[in-house]
């Protein structure tokens, strides 16, 4: 079963608004990671979050951590038409094994 | 996207048939892996390999085997392709120090 899975599945602002999503998770972790995915192509890894670590920023991103909750939540703030995409949370659920456990993801769709 | 290639990136093929699909680095990363991202599960976890002919099974392993005799290389095979195993297969790298993964642009397989 997914580690990780996300809320909402899909979610639809205009441009300029902030998008949350969240992850929950069921195990004790190391570490989160977020990913996006552009439709048609790989994903591309946008910000890690170490279990030690409650918030962490990157550009016009905000992750945060709740370890006793088991969750986690990505942040874009003034979203722009090219962030239209998948967003994944990822977590590693087995230590020392170089393996990441993906959630389902939530399509976000930004509108001009 | 760290070098990663994959080729087919497109198959059409009918039931019963093998089918091999490729990932080739040029990072000389020393983990690989495959997934497959199907609609409602995210991605899931096929095989991995931490090494030169070391490889092992992921959550959705059956019916796929993997090899990896250089570094560069790691080969998926459907031993007899089922319309079950339609899907995107995208495949992944990490190097030892790292936590996060490199995506290729994935492999769109039709069983018919």
């Known amino acids: 079963s997914q580690q990780g899975e996300e809320d909402p599945q899909a979610l639809s602002i205009q441009e300029g608004e902030n998008a949350t999503m969240n992850c929950s998770y069921k195990?004790?972790?190391?570490?989160l990671q977020w990913y996006r995915q552009n439709s048609g192509r790989g994903l591309v890894h946008l910000i890690l979050i170490r279990s030690n670590e409650r918030e962490k920023h990157s550009g016009r991103l905000r992750v945060t951590l709740d370890t006793s909750k088991k969750s986690s939540s990505l942040l874009i703030t003034a979203s722009r038409a090219a962030d239209t995409a998948s967003y994944f949370c990822a977590t590693d659920a087995v230590k020392g094994a170089q393996k990441l456990v993906f959630g389902q993801g939530t399509r976000l769709t930004i509108n001009p | 996207d760290a070098g990663i290639t994959q080729s087919p990136r497109h198959k059409v093929t009918e039931t019963g048939t093998p089918v091999t699909l490729r990932c080739h680095q040029t990072?000389?990363?020393?983990?690989m892996y495959w997934y497959r991202q199907d609609p409602g599960h995210g991605l899931r976890l096929i095989h991995y390999s931490y090494g030169v002919k070391d490889t092992d099974k992921g959550e959705v392993s059956d019916g796929y085997s993997v090899s990896r005799s250089k570094t560069e290389d790691f080969l998926l095979t459907l031993e007899s392709a089922t319309s079950s195993q339609t899907s995107v297969y995208f495949c992944?790298?990490?190097?030892?120090?790292?936590?996060?993964?490199?995506f290729g642009p994935g492999t769109r397989l039709l069983v018919l």
């Open positions: 990072e000389n990363h020393r983990y």
């Open positions: 992944a790298t990490s190097d030892w120090n790292q936590e996060t993964q490199y």
């Open positions: 195990t004790s972790i190391n570490n």
